[in-house]
């Protein structure tokens, strides 16, 4: 069984977008180049290519590391051809440690990625409540499976929630979701959030 990459202690995400007619041939290159080239210069034990169903970005590569190498090989760039430098859209990188585990990831076809960004004063009563109130609720609730959290290496007031989920509907179509959704006096804590996206797991490494 491949491992997977969210139970790493260091993980890399990658965001991406290609256009329509980019689609095919780049993810084509990605799986057989860019990928497998970037596992090798990061070190990383594991890889994992999702696709998001609605929404943007629609393409996050997650790689699991024992930590974040030093150098320019920490922020990895592709060395597209040419044809693929005008369907890539959007492409950016982001290191992130595990913060707290809570039952440890699966093999789920299905993941929910939510990042939120707070003022740094703010940063650890924020990850108190989102790990120790938040994340529980959640999981009691009908659909989601498991989850991990990971904090930004580079920013001090950005964190990262990875759940499973059991399928596309049942997780955001129930009464205790949404009793549980919300930031519980939290929101004036935060400068944003990306989230409420579902994404299938493509292929893993």
């Known amino acids: 069984m491949v491992q997977n990459p969210f139970d790493s202690p260091v993980i890399l995400l990658t965001r991406l977008d290609l256009t329509p007619d980019g689609?095919?041939?780049?993810?084509?290159?990605?799986?057989?180049?860019?990928?497998?080239?970037?596992?090798?210069?990061?070190?990383?034990t594991s890889a994992m290519r999702l696709r998001c169903l609605e929404g943007e970005p629609d393409h996050v590569v997650v790689y699991g590391c024992g930590s974040k190498p030093l150098g320019a090989s920490a922020q990895p760039m592709p060395r597209t051809?040419?044809?693929?430098?005008?369907w890539m859209r959007n492409y950016d990188n982001r290191w992130h440690r595990a913060s707290s585990r809570s039952g440890g990831m699966g093999q789920s076809a299905l993941m929910n990625l939510i990042t939120t960004r707070v003022y740094p004063g703010a940063a650890r009563a924020f990850d108190d409540w989102y790990s120790g109130v938040h994340v529980p609720e959640i999981l009691a609730c009908p659909g989601w499976l498991n989850s991990r959290r990971f904090a930004g290496l580079d920013d001090d007031g950005t964190f990262l929630a990875a759940y499973e989920l059991s399928d596309p509907v049942t997780p955001?179509?129930?009464?205790?979701?949404?009793?549980?959704?919300?930031?519980?006096?939290?929101?004036?804590?935060l400068i944003g959030y990306h989230g409420f996206r579902i994404y299938e797991v493509v292929q893993a490494l």
Do not use: K
């Open 81 to 86: 051809p040419d044809m693929l430098d005008r």
């Open 23 to 44: 689609e095919e041939p780049g993810l084509a290159w990605l799986d057989a180049h860019f990928i497998p080239t970037t596992m090798r210069s990061l070190d990383a």
């Open 172 to 189: 955001f179509d129930s009464d205790p979701f949404r009793s549980a959704v919300g930031w519980d006096g939290q929101a004036e804590q």
